[in-house]
């Protein structure tokens, strides 16, 4: 994942991990880790 600054701020453009072969293709759009690393909250909360 890239996580690029933009002009405000705390705010980024979050490019996610993609690869692709004769398989198919994957994407990687969230990773928890990664938006530690960035200083960005990452609990994202589920309401039933």
């Not at 072969?21 to 880790?33: A, I, L, P």
């Amino acid at each position: 994942m890239e996580f690029i600054p933009t002009t405000i701020e705390g705010a980024y453009l979050i490019k996610p991990f993609f690869h692709k072969d004769e398989r198919g293709t994957f994407v990687k759009t969230f990773h928890e880790e990664e938006f530690k690393k960035q200083g960005l909250e990452n609990e994202f909360k589920v309401f039933k």
